[in-house]
């Protein structure tokens, strides 16, 4: 008999208690899913790496010490941004203990980083292969960097966000504050000249192109900054200003300047920015996701009358 007071427990409550609930063995098959794919993906990459070595000699050093010699993506991208963003006073061996212990730590960021490999690998016909997306597509890894900057922004390491930041606008000319929240699979297609502010937001799926600006109307404070939806195209050169909202599936045309919201799956071009079909009965694409197809020039004939 146990002492009184003391509760006892069967065998069978036992079991039932160690038994994980629904929703944890869920969050478990999509785990090893997302594993399975990471591992998939580096396969193929390091694949690619062995064949450009091997056509490549001149290239076969760098290739051994940026990929092949790694056993994992995380380890292998946390050695290139090390040595990418270091300086005489930040060294290469901080820089890559901070990117793998930060990647390591929290799955999402993985899944993360397959979402925008695949994302410049399917949308950017000058992609030619995973690896090379890797090496040296600034877009990509400026991304990167700034998701590790985010993490440790909501850590309240707030200088060493800000540290980070500032090299990846230094060496990539891609200016993200820490503070903005981004989602998985976006394409910053060439990437020189994006700016995106603190209180920004950009949701999954979408590709932005260079020299693009997601700022402030410089004269708000608190949350002041755009927030993109899921699934939008973002056309070189576009400034939306303030704390508007660009629907999913919206489309932004190259040069304009956005003020206002724009609604779910309409097209604004212009400056200052107008919708496609006016703005009482904006005209809506059949796209759910002009991020992915990459398709700048739908209803053209509507919003111009250029001809050559």
């Known amino acids: 008999m146990p002492p009184a007071g003391e509760l006892q427990h069967s065998p069978g409550n036992q079991s039932n208690d160690t038994q994980p609930s629904e929703s944890e063995a869920t969050a478990e098959i999509f785990a090893a899913a997302a594993d399975a794919e990471a591992a998939g993906l580096w396969t193929q990459i390091k694949a690619e790496a062995r064949h450009d070595a091997e056509e490549e000699p001149a290239l076969a050093s760098y290739l051994f010490s940026?990929?092949?010699?790694?056993?994992?993506?995380?380890?292998?991208i946390s050695f290139h941004l090390g040595n990418k963003l270091c300086s005489s006073t930040l060294l290469s061996t901080l820089l890559y203990d901070l990117f793998l212990n930060t990647f390591t730590s929290d799955p999402s960021l993985q899944n993360a980083t397959v979402a925008d490999l695949r994302a410049a690998r399917v949308r950017d016909p000058a992609c030619i292969s995973f690896?090379?997306?890797l090496l040296n597509y600034k877009g990509f890894l400026a991304i990167q960097a700034h998701r590790v900057s985010h993490k440790l922004w909501t850590q309240s390491r707030k200088?060493?966000?800000?540290?980070?930041?500032?090299?990846v606008s230094?060496?990539?000319?891609?200016?993200?504050?820490?503070a903005a929240k981004i989602g998985k699979g976006i394409l910053l297609d060439h990437a020189t000249g994006v700016v995106i502010g603190e209180t920004?937001?950009?949701?999954?799926?979408?590709?932005i192109l260079h020299h693009v600006t997601l700022g402030g109307t410089g004269k708000a404070c608190g949350d002041r900054h755009p927030k993109i939806g899921d699934g939008c195209l973002i056309g070189a050169g576009a400034t939306i200003l303030g704390n508007v909202k660009i629907g999913a599936g919206a489309k932004v045309g190259a040069?304009?300047?956005?003020?206002?919201d724009v609604p779910p799956r309409a097209t604004a071009v212009g400056n200052p920015a107008r919708l496609v079909g006016g703005k009482e009965k904006p005209t809506m694409h059949d796209e759910e996701c002009p991020g992915e197809s990459m398709d700048h020039t739908s209803f053209i004939s509507e919003w111009s009358d250029y001809i050559i």
């Open 66 to 76: 940026t990929i092949l010699s790694h056993s994992s993506l995380e380890r292998s």
């Open 159 to 167: 200088p060493l966000a800000l540290a980070l930041h500032s090299r």
């Open 255 to 260: 040069g304009s300047v956005v003020l206002i």
């Open 170 to 178: 230094d060496v990539f000319a891609v200016d993200i504050h820490p």
């Open 131 to 133: 690896s090379q997306c």
């Open 200 to 207: 920004a937001v950009i949701g999954n799926n979408v590709s």
